[in-house]
């Protein structure tokens, strides 16, 4: 609503607004950054995500070791539960056999099922 | 049939001794050579925390051995003798041969294309050094 206040004013920020908007529907969000001058996006979302790479990929990881606990540890939740790869990064693949490696850590109590308080 | 390779762990209460730790990997290496089949390693983890309590322990004593067999029913027998044996609280056995052969697979496949890729950035290097001499 207050996009279209604006929009007379300052004809290039609304310019802006529309590229950017690109997938979504029109008018769906987006809508106060209109108002304001081209720049860094306000709004819900204004801070840059650091890109997360899969720390496996990385280290060229073929085989995921299901009897190193200090490795699989850091993709698991304080409680034992695994981490989602939107959390870590991980790729589909390597959250594939991240996941059996950790149930099989689990089973053999090098990991928690859930860890006591 | 292709032999296939297993993962054998087994946890024994901290408090035994471990000349019965010895005997009992001896005995099971025994019935390991039995069915013709190859004990590749053993490694003893010794005492290591356990992640939750297993009949009520908190610590155990970890042996890792690795199998080389194609006999599916000399499991069975193992797993029969480490759930009679009553030092031993867990165990768990894994094959693994084919996540092995992937790993080759793919390790193949990298180092092959690592291999291919110098060749793409030499011709890249002398072109760098032609401009150093021009420079100079």
């Given at each position: 609503m207050a996009d279209e206040t604006h929009a007379p004013q300052q004809h290039a920020p609304s310019h802006h607004s529309s590229s950017h908007?690109?997938?979504?529907?029109?008018?769906?969000?987006?809508?106060?950054?209109?108002?304001?001058?081209?720049g860094p996006r306000r709004g819900k979302r204004n801070y840059v995500r650091k890109k997360k790479v899969c720390r496996f990929c990385v280290d060229k990881v073929d085989l995921i070791d299901y009897k190193k606990p200090e490795i699989l540890q850091s993709f698991v939740?304080?409680?034992?539960k695994i981490l989602p790869r939107r959390m870590t990064g991980t790729c589909a693949r390597h959250q594939r056999w991240l996941t059996i490696a950790i149930k099989r850590a689990q089973n053999i109590a090098l990991l928690p099922f859930a860890s006591e308080l | 049939m292709e032999e296939r390779l297993y993962d054998l762990i087994f946890i024994c209460?901290?408090?035994?001794?471990e000349t019965e730790i010895d005997k009992l990997i001896a005995t099971l290496t025994h019935a390991v050579e039995e069915?013709?089949?190859?004990?590749e390693k053993v490694e003893k983890w010794g005492t290591r925390r356990l992640a939750y309590r297993v009949k009520k322990l908190r610590e155990g004593f970890y042996v890792y051995m690795v199998l080389r067999s194609n006999h599916g029913e000399l499991f069975k027998e193992l797993e029969r003798r480490l759930r009679v044996t009553?030092?031993?609280v867990k165990y768990l056995t894994v094959r693994l041969d084919e996540e092995i052969k992937r790993q080759e697979k793919l390790s193949k496949r990298r180092e092959k294309r690592n291999a291919r890729r110098p060749r793409k950035t030499a011709p890249a290097a002398p072109g760098a050094e032609q401009a150093a001499t021009a420079a100079g």
């Open positions: 908007s690109g997938g979504r529907p029109p008018g769906a969000g987006g809508g106060p950054a209109g108002s304001r001058p081209p939740q304080e409680r034992g | 209460r901290p408090d035994t001794p069915k013709q089949s190859k004990v009553d030092a031993v």
